[in-house]
């Protein structure tokens, strides 16, 4: 039996490593409301993000707006805080 990851499994782990803090371009009606709260007394958040480069729930890289994806610093719209 071989020790080597199925590919899905794979691309899952590299997928955890690329993703890392926000774009800086990311927002949300939580991100705003719970600003300065610790991650567990967060008390809103609808799940409902956008990008202020395009004013809507598409990047400039046409993908979409969530937490995880605007994660991924792949991305070529992806900005560092």
Known sequence: MSDALPNNALQDALKVIQIGERCRFLLSKGMAVNAGLPEEEHVVGDGHF?????QRIYGPDGGLCADEPCRDSSRRCFEAR
């Open 50 to 54: 956008w990008c202020t480069r395009t």
